[in-house]
């Protein structure tokens, strides 16, 4: 067991008022004498306030502590003055040395049942410590807000500002990387993220660019002229909100021409192997998402791997699928998806004239026709009557006279009058283009021509083509 003397003055008022270093060591030895201890150590700090922690003596003497040795103190005013947390974090470093704490001025001694009781005092002292200090710091950041300076580091802003010299907001070396994104206008998140990285640029924390990087710019509203300060924290309470100026780094109009839906930046899209991820539905309506069937680290190498469109339980909102009952079996062949697609394309755009092909390719109201239950009567009829000549229910004779009275009422109904369009461009090479695209290539028109395909029991359907209006 050592004893180990800790001493510290700060001013010569302090000798005044009996705090000297003579008169500290002398009171200390005393009371090593009274108790019996010998061999005491001196650590004296002499000129330092007490609110430092790079005390050289007192680091010295919790480098030198071992179990069982013994720290004394004049008053823990001495052993630091930076406030219950300060000090509770010494007396910590003792105890955890196995050492014992004793101060003479408040009768302090950390192995009895009051020493333990004034180190609870202390921590209890020192969480108060920690709110008001909270509750200081959260005021004079909300107040340094109200007055337009942002009370953070830059690195907590958005891409393309910085705090100034004076704590506000102004453009930082990256706001001409937020407009090169911007000016990229809907293009693809990845294919502007791969634009950044062969220009050699970083991005926001020193690393190759990355889609939700570029997404968080591009809707980020920079052209608002300020930043809401406290939205992240309190993202349900705007009227907590304080807006801080800030430099519009782009117009309205250039971030409104770059915000786009998701199927365009689709979280699945690979155009090189899915080109119609965010352009098919299931038959249910659910958008299919690509996926490689049988890939996987427990798939064998030999393993048959195929390209596939997947109804998936997370994005219909679902168990199964509506259509066939099933939950992710019901995938669609991504290959032979992809050819019917273009083929049915290019047959579109081929006969934009057609009245079948009009109203999808315009976006005007398919053609209605009055004569629709009449017609459909008739072929029911005709129907029937195929079946009782089968079944021998009726003479066959019999039979070809009412089926030509029945021709003659289906021929004798006037046919769906279709809007003859003269102002139709010639789409032929359009439709060429989409015949021999890649899959990268048919993944830009279709979102250029913003098609939209369904699936069904009859294979794939055009649903739309918007806003293709010719």
């Given at each position: 067991m050592t004893p180990r003397i800790y001493l510290r003055v700060s001013t010569a008022d302090q000798a005044e008022k009996g705090f000297s270093l003579d008169a500290q060591r002398e009171k200390a030895l005393a009371w090593c004498r009274y108790e019996g201890l010998e061999g005491a150590r001196l650590y004296p700090d002499a000129g330092l306030s007490g609110k430092r922690d790079d005390r050289p003596a007192l680091t010295q003497l919790l480098r030198d502590l071992q179990a069982g040795d013994v720290v004394i103190v004049y008053a823990l005013s001495r052993l630091g003055r930076g406030g219950a947390i300060q000090l509770l974090s010494i007396i910590g470093q003792i105890r955890e040395a196995g050492a014992r704490l004793v101060s003479l001025t408040e009768h302090i001694d950390t192995e009895t049942s009051a020493g333990r009781l004034m180190l609870t005092i202390l921590a209890a002292l020192a969480e108060?410590?920690?709110?008001?200090?909270?509750?200081?710091?959260?005021?004079?950041?909300?107040?340094?807000?109200?007055?337009?300076?942002?009370?953070?580091?830059?690195?907590?802003?958005?891409?393309?500002?910085?705090?100034?010299?004076?704590?506000?907001?102004?453009?930082?070396?990256?706001?001409?990387?937020v407009r090169l994104i911007f000016s990229q206008g809907r293009a693809p998140y990845n294919a502007t993220a791969e634009l950044l990285n062969a220009q050699g640029l970083t991005g926001p924390r020193g690393g190759r660019w990355q889609v939700p990087q570029v997404r968080r710019i591009v809707q980020y509203?920079?052209?608002?002229?300020?930043?809401?300060?406290?939205?992240?924290?309190?993202?349900?309470?705007?009227?907590?909100?304080?807006?801080?100026?800030?430099?519009?780094?782009?117009?309205?109009?250039?971030?409104?021409?770059?915000?786009?839906?998701?199927?365009?930046?689709?979280?699945?899209?690979?155009?090189?192997?899915?080109?119609?991820?965010?352009?098919?539905?299931?038959?249910?309506?659910?958008?299919?998402?690509?996926?490689?069937?049988?890939?996987?680290?427990?798939?064998?190498?030999?393993?048959?791997?195929?390209?596939?469109?997947?109804?998936?339980?997370?994005?219909?909102?679902?168990?199964?699928?509506?259509?066939?009952?099933?939950?992710?079996?019901?995938?669609?062949?991504?290959?032979?998806?992809?050819?019917?697609?273009?083929?049915?394309?290019?047959?579109?755009?081929?006969?934009?004239?057609?009245?079948?092909?009009?109203?999808?390719?315009?976006?005007?109201?398919?053609?209605?026709?009055?004569?629709?239950?009449?017609?459909?009567?008739?072929?029911r009829r005709l129907t029937a009557l195929a079946r009782m000549q089968l079944d021998g229910a009726i003479d066959y004779a019999d039979y070809r006279t009412l089926r030509a009275e029945l021709m003659a009422q289906r021929e004798a109904i006037p046919p769906v009058s279709t809007p003859i369009r003269s102002d139709l461009p010639d789409l032929t090479n359009l439709a060429e283009a989409v015949c021999a695209s890649t899959n990268e290539a048919l993944a830009e028109l279709l979102d250029i021509l913003d098609v939209t395909f369904q699936i069904g029991d009859d294979g794939v359907a055009l649903r739309s083509v918007r806003p293709f209006a010719l």
């Open positions: 108060l410590e920690v709110e008001q200090t909270r509750e200081r710091t959260e005021a004079g950041r909300l107040e340094a807000a109200r007055q337009g300076i942002y009370p953070h580091a830059s690195d907590s802003l958005p891409t393309g500002w910085m705090r100034g010299e004076d704590g506000r907001l102004v453009e930082s070396p990256d706001a001409d990387v509203p920079y052209w608002q002229g300020y930043m809401n300060y406290r939205q992240t924290v309190l993202p349900d309470q705007p009227a907590s909100w304080i807006r801080i100026p800030a430099p519009a780094l782009v117009t309205q109009d250039v971030w409104q021409a770059a915000q786009r839906d998701a199927r365009t930046n689709h979280a699945h899209k690979r155009p090189d192997k899915f080109p119609l991820t965010g352009h098919l539905l299931c038959a249910c309506g659910t958008p299919l998402q690509g996926r490689d069937q049988g890939a996987g680290p427990a798939v064998k190498p030999t393993h048959n791997r195929r390209r596939a469109y997947t109804c998936y339980p997370r994005v219909r909102g679902s168990d199964t699928c509506p259509s066939n009952g099933r939950s992710t079996r019901n995938w669609y062949t991504a290959e032979e998806i992809a050819d019917q697609a273009r083929a049915l394309l290019a047959t579109y755009l081929s006969g934009p004239s057609d009245p079948a092909h009009l109203h999808v390719l315009t976006g005007l109201p398919a053609a209605t026709d009055p004569h629709a239950e009449e017609r459909a009567d008739v072929e």
